[in-house]
T-cell receptor, first 111, second 114 residues
Framework: GESVGLHLPTLSVQEGDNSIINCAYS??????FIWYKQESGKGPQFIID?????DKRQGQRVTVLLNKTVKHLSLQIAATQPGDSAVYFCAENNAGNMLTFGGGTRLMVKP | DAGVIQSPRHEVTEMGQEVTLRCKPISGHNSLFWYRQTMMRGLELLIYFNNNVPIDDSGMPEDRFSAKMPNASFSTLKIQPSEPRDSAVYFC????????????FGDGTRLSIL
């Protein structure tokens, strides 16, 4: 989900379950998308990216899905672990090498 | 591999003082970005450089903020004079200069202006 103002959307999942974090992007001309993970006290960490000529890309335990028709991006985390607890940001590249970031979603993993 | 290195990690100072934040990008990267992150406004781009040249500084809040990149391996963000509302976490990121490349972030400088 997208952040509105001060409040970060929160997704709470049970350890071992799959997580799905969603993001709506704004610019239909965007051609490159990235998911970042930010843990407390650290900078955003690159997780996975996808170009607009693809609709799905898989990494280790993570999958990114891109639906250009509705301008929607999702991050799926398989077998969610406590170490996955963090804030997740989507970002879109629509001009040169600048990125526009979403507001973030907080993922909380319950043991 | 060394990532983006920022210093200091934490800075606490009184309002009116000059603050200088430092960044060493990843070797070989030729784009550098300065961001500010707050609870209120999220992650905001302040300025970015390509090949050491400032390209877009429209995110710099006021004339009190300035940034330089004297060479490919070093950049500074300076606030003079600092104000309490400048309190935030400041991140530096670097990337290769072409579209479709991820930016890699440092761990930030947490700045508190009293």
């Amino acid at each position: 989900g997208e952040s509105v103002g001060l409040h970060l959307p929160t997704l709470s999942v049970q350890e071992g379950d799959n997580s799905i974090i969603n993001c709506a992007y704004s610019n239909s001309a965007s051609d490159y998308f990235i998911w970042y993970k930010q843990e407390s006290g650290k900078g955003p960490q690159f997780i996975i990216d996808i170009r607009s000529n693809m609709d799905k890309r898989q990494g280790q335990r993570v999958t990114v899905l891109l639906n250009k028709t509705v301008k929607h991006l999702s991050l799926q985390i398989a077998a969610t672990q406590p170490g996955d607890s963090a804030v997740y940001f989507c970002a879109e590249n629509n001009a040169g090498n600048m990125l526009t970031f979403g507001g973030g979603t907080r993922l909380m993993v319950k043991p | 591999d060394a990532g983006v290195i920022q210093s200091p990690r934490h800075e606490v100072t009184e309002m009116g003082q000059e603050v200088t934040l430092r960044c060493k990008p990843i070797s070989g990267h030729n784009s550098l970005f300065w961001y500010r992150q707050t609870m209120m406004r999220g992650l905001e781009l302040l300025i970015y450089f390509n090949n050491n040249v400032p390209i877009d500084d429209s995110g710099m809040p006021e004339d009190r903020f300035s940034a330089k990149m004297p060479n490919a391996s070093f950049s500074t963000l300076k606030i003079q004079p600092s104000e309490p509302r400048d309190s935030a976490v400041y991140f530096c990121a670097s990337s290769l200069l072409r579209g479709g490349q991820p930016q890699h972030f440092g761990d930030g400088t947490r700045l508190s202006i009293l």
